[in-house]
């Protein structure tokens, strides 16, 4: 994949390619003067014999449009190095630090990989050591990693799948700092507003960590979600590098710019940069909140309340949904004399399939963690730090896929791939069938096996094939709508790897059930069917 291609390989081997076009430059710019020193005798000869004059004409034009596109270049870059000067200024010490942290982390992975060539007499594979030093570089780069785990649209196979396995997993920040951070933002002391906080954190990532929390006079259970120190300036640092290479790769390599390297960064850079501002994932609570009282769903699903006067850039906090993931087979027995499991699974799906078109934006990270059965058998959505947004147009060529696979229609599968992504020439839609078909088949061959386990004398079960499966999947959709001169935006990824999602929570919890055959689920509109 070009676009890829870009982002992993070119931005890794910046300052070689740079130095290279530099040093190709030099020499154009030597040959280009001379030459235009001839082509400009050859036009003054020229008058005096024609004979000649259409070659020498076109060597000089050809001169003269080397010349003015080289002066291009060194004015852009000229430019573009007056915005990394403000950006470096902008960064600070933190950008010399950054550069230190990021030197220890190149050493360590060469040094591993070093030890390995010599005890084994091979090296990882390049999309291995990129992942490793990912982890090493810290926040920006696990979630660089991410996003590209999450865009088979984007990025190449090996890449993609190699980076399903980028942990993001970091120590928890003391207690004591993070206590500093939320009396900082909300401009009290945490005694003020909590009864108690508790110093064990539920859960910690690279950009946040969560504790659990009890107001004070209400006693209502809340979570706080506080941005980790550091974080924001590690990222404006690491996301003005990446931006400033991406740019002047578009510079001197003309082609790069017509596949939107830089907005491809551009798009990375903005939505990073909204995951440490937790105003915006707040925002988005408060869309699906509306958005499920304005149609009444409250009785079938939930998301937290957010306590709005305790929510800044830096710190939010919201009720504590109590309940456990879709998955957790004790909780779905505890429940079961309320409501059946395969209800609890309907309901899920048809407010999710609701928000698409009725919400502003949709819940993009459906996994099992943020799907919750609560005690009234009720479903709680959480954790809306990503959100997606699609056309009605979309959703229609998606609604006709839908209904395609189960009918097994691959005609108007591939008619609707085709409305969806951006076909630069004609479709054969005939040879896009037969090839969706084969795909579909070898979906429908995937051994999804249930693992049960007991822990603390709770059970719960995962799916294996799960994340696997519906990464090949993307990845194989993907594959063959290249082949047939079809590429699909992000948002679509995004989209139908929540459909899998669901496709892996109705294999576990209602087997018998086709759900886009069901009566109870509805696609038609984005409506919402309360069962």
Known sequence: MARSTLLLRRLSQYSSTAALV??????????????????????????????????TSSTSTTSRADFERISKQIMELQKLSQEALSLAIQSGPQGLRRGAQAAQAFISVGREQLERLQRTQTADRPEVILRKLFEKLGATYIKLGQFIASSPTIFPEEYVMEFQKCLDETPPVPFTTIR???????????????????????ATASIAQVHAAVLRGSGKEVVIK???PGVEDTLITDLNFLYIASKSLEILSPDLSRISLADIVGDIRSSMMDEVDFRKEAMHVDQFARYLDTNGLRGIATCPDLYKQYCTEKVMVMEKLNGAPLVDLEAIRQTSNKVDSELVLVNALNVWLGSLLGAES???????????ILPDGRVGFIDFGIVGKISQTTWRAVEALLRATTTGDYVTMAKALVTIGAAEKEVDIDKF??????????????????IVS?????????????????NRFLIDIVRVGEENGVKFPREFALLIKQVLYFDRYTRLLAPNMKPFEDQRINLSDGSVIDV
């Open 180 to 202: 500093k951070i939320i009396e900082k933002e909300l401009g009290v002391p945490v005694e003020d507003i909590f009864e108690s906080v508790d110093p064990e954190p539920l």
């Open 362 to 372: 949709f819940h993009a990270d459906v996994h099992a963690g943020n799907l919750l």
């Open 22 to 55: 530099r040093s190709k430059n030099t020499i154009i710019n030597r040959r280009k003067a001379h030459g235009f020193q001839q082509g400009h005798s050859a036009v003054i000869l020229c008058r005096s014999a024609g004979s000649s004059a259409s070659t």
């Open 454 to 470: 007991v822990e603390d004398g709770a059970t719960a079960a995962t799916i294996a094939a799960d994340n696997e499966a519906v």
């Open 433 to 450: 069938a037969r090839d969706l078909k084969i795909l579909a088949e070898s979906l429908q061959q995937i051994d999804t096996e249930v």
């Open 226 to 228: 506080v941005c980790k």
